[in-house]
Nanobody, 128 residues
């Protein structure tokens, strides 16, 4: 069992930056591929970024490539999402997700229903 708690969301102007954190519980955190998804009002949840268990590979949605960076610190059981050059269309609830023994590329190809664990989300609002 893994519990995930996101933090770091808030209100930011377009062009600004935010850093989201996702703290995981349990000693098996390193066994999980980790990802970030987001859901805007009236839209389906979509993939944003994923990172492999060992930090060796990352994968991004085209819409955030070059602006967002995912990273993880397995010693702290935490995964991060650094978001730069934010746009109003980035406004959404951002969710952290975990899937056991899964690569970043595989997580990117899955639907959200394929994730094993979810956090409750953190709201990011980007004003124009």
């Amino acid at each position: 069992q893994v519990q995930l708690v996101e933090s770091g969301g808030g209100l930011v102007q377009a062009g600004g930056s935010l850093r989201l954190s996702c703290a995981g519980s349990g000693r098996t955190f390193i066994s999980y591929g980790m990802g970030w998804f987001r859901q805007a009002p009236g839209k389906e949840r979509e993939f944003v970024a994923a990172i492999s268990r060992s930090n060796s590979s990352t994968y991004y949605a085209e819409s955030v490539k070059g602006r967002f960076t995912i990273s993880r610190d397995n010693a702290k059981n935490t995964v991060y999402l650094q978001m730069n050059s934010l746009k109003p269309e980035d406004t959404a609830v951002y969710y952290c997700a975990a899937r056991l023994f899964t690569s970043a590329q595989a997580m990117a190809a899955m639907t959200p229903s394929g994730m094993h664990y979810w956090g409750k989300g953190t709201l990011v609002t980007v004003s124009s």
